[in-house]
């Protein structure tokens, strides 16, 4: 019996001395060393910005191990490690194995998280707990970000911190994007997620399960059509398109700036500060911001306009589908064609400005059509329904084409520079151009009252002007010494 032991007792023996615990913090856990959840270990990034230790979530007793920022009162989990597997007690251990992977344990050496990544055995890996928030496991000879073995930025939790990518890295096929925790007690991976969509031209969508909440506009070359940035704000926006990479990501103009976007659990985007002087979570910005925000609220063929006391109206050329649920404000069924197309002479397209580009569902970009052409492609196809320039650059680049109907657009407060234009019959042009020649009228009404109140305004100031004049005159007159 005492002989089958020993080689048990051995092995734990050397493996008590051969990882040695940290005790005190560092940014960096090199091969053959440990942190554990019994003797709070953990790592602290090198400007004390960011924490890597073990936590329970909310009024949760399971334990995980997380990132959070460091020496702030409210906890801010911005990554979890083992979101969808806890361990039930305080038995958790961090360390780098043989092969180089870093691994969490639990009870009886389980392992219930590991970086998972290629057999690194011959490289000297380090972990170091960067003050942008990244995890990173790389060669401990090797700081370069571009020979991460492996980084936390490439598996984002709910969180999204200046410096992470969002989109793509087309080279491995990874798509980074965020998932909302279950609840406040539960870091697995709940319901919503927001990310890029790489379609022909990149869009952000926030989804709940494969039901689209939110959708921006197609990236134009500028922006994400449809989320105007503020330039008045801590955060620079940035999105990078090559064949190699299609990533959205922001940084910081004050890089002290606590920051972060976090996708809640109840499916909002969240843009957060840290406010210093109210010591809490400032919400910068959410969205979605409003009703017509939700995702194709107005149904097809319609759009939607926040400061309307009715947010939803068809297209030129539409009626609604359902005029009695739209009498009612249930939209959802969207807009018809009043006639439908064919292609006769005739036909042409009324144009929009300030609007959210329709969603990409049915759609061609040629890239270096101008815009003119375009025109003239949609003209040819029948089941082409609207047109635009598809980048912003240089005035407008690119052809984008619709086909079919036209959802989730939205009157935009800030007109953009990008127009769009709606496909219509001859009667639909003809109605429009009225309405334009009824507006000339009231144009020309206007500035014609104008020019008469401006004469009355002008004389009534002419004549104060005068009548003093005149009134000195008088006086000047009256005390004229009586001569004669
Ligand atoms: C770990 O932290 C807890 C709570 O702060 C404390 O009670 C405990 O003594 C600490 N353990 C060690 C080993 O420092
Ligand atoms: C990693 O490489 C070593 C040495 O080449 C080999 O012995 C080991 O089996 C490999 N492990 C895995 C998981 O492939
Ligand atoms: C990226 O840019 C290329 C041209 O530079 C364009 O053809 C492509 O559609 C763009 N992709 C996305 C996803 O925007
Ligand atoms: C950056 O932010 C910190 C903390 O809020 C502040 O003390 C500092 O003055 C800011 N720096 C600049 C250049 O604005
Ligand atoms: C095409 O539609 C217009 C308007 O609805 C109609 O006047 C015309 O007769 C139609 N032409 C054909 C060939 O159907
Ligand atoms: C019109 O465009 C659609 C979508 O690209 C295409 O499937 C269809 O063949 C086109 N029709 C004609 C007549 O070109």
């Not at 793509?168 to 798509?175: E, F, Q, T, V």
């Not at 990501?249 to 996708?263: I, K, P, V």
Request: glycine fraction near 8%; aromatic fraction near 10%; charged fraction near 15%.
């Amino acid at each position: 019996m005492g002989i089958n032991i020993l080689p048990l007792f051995c092995y734990l023996f050397v493996e008590t001395l051969s990882y040695s615990e940290i005790s005190v913090a560092t940014d960096m856990l090199r091969q053959f060393q440990a942190i554990s959840d019994v003797d709070n270990g953990t790592l602290v990034s090198v400007g004390k910005v960011f924490q890597l230790g073990f936590f329970a979530p909310g009024n949760s007793n399971r334990r995980y191990l997380g990132i959070w920022y460091n020496n702030i009162p409210s906890q801010a989990v911005v990554w979890v490690a083992n979101r969808d597997n806890p361990l039930d007690d305080s038995s958790g251990v961090l360390r780098i194995e043989n092969d180089g992977n870093l691994v969490l344990l639990g009870q009886t050496e389980r392992v219930a998280w590991s970086t998972n990544t290629v057999n690194l055995s011959s490289i000297n890996i380090v972990a170091q707990l960067l003050d942008t928030g990244n995890l990173v496991l790389r060669d401990e000879r090797n700081g370069n970000s571009e020979n991460y073995v492996w980084q936390s930025f490439d598996h984002p939790c709910d969180a999204m911190l200046a410096g992470m990518k969002l989109g793509w890295d087309l080279r491995i096929g990874l798509n980074r994007y965020l998932t909302s925790w279950k609840s406040a007690d539960d870091p697995s991976p709940g319901d919503f997620s927001y990310g890029i969509e790489i379609q022909g031209l990149a869009q952000i969508v926030l989804r709940k399960g494969s039901v689209n909440m939110f959708r921006s506009g197609p990236w134009n070359g500028v922006e994400f059509n449809g989320i105007t940035v503020s330039s008045n704000v801590p955060f620079i926006p940035k999105v990078i398109n090559n064949s190699e990479e299609m990533y959205f990501q922001f940084s910081l103009s004050n890089e002290s700036t606590l920051t972060m976007s976090e996708l809640s659990y109840s499916g909002a985007l969240q843009r957060l500060v840290w406010d210093n002087s109210y010591l809490r979570w400032h919400v910068m910005s959410a969205l979605p911001r409003d009703q017509c925000e939700s995702y194709s609220q107005c149904g097809p063929n319609a759009i939607c306009t926040v400061s309307e006391a009715r947010i939803c109206s068809c297209l030129t050329g539409y009626m609604p589908k359902f005029p009695q649920d739209w009498e009612m404000l249930i939209c959802g069924g969207g807009c018809i064609r009043n006639t439908p197309l064919n292609c006769s002479s005739g036909e042409g397209f009324i144009e929009l400005e300030g609007v959210k580009m329709p969603d990409l569902l049915q759609f061609l970009v040629l890239p270096s059509l101008p815009l003119e052409e375009c025109r003239l492609e949609c003209l040819k196809n029948c089941s082409c329904t609207a047109y635009a320039n598809s980048g912003a650059t240089g005035g407008g680049t690119g052809c984008l084409l619709w086909f079919a109907d036209l959802i989730d657009m939205k009157k935009l407060t800030l007109s953009g520079s990008q127009k769009l234009y709606i496909r219509a019959g001859a009667s639909d042009l003809v109605s429009t151009s009225d309405s334009n020649k009824k507006k000339m009228v009231v144009v020309v009404l206007t500035i014609s009252a104008t020019i008469a109140v401006v004469f009355v305004i002008a004389s009534c100031i002419i004549w104060m002007l005068i009548l003093p004049l005149e009134q000195i005159g008088l006086r000047r007159a009256q005390r004229q010494p009586k001569h004669f």
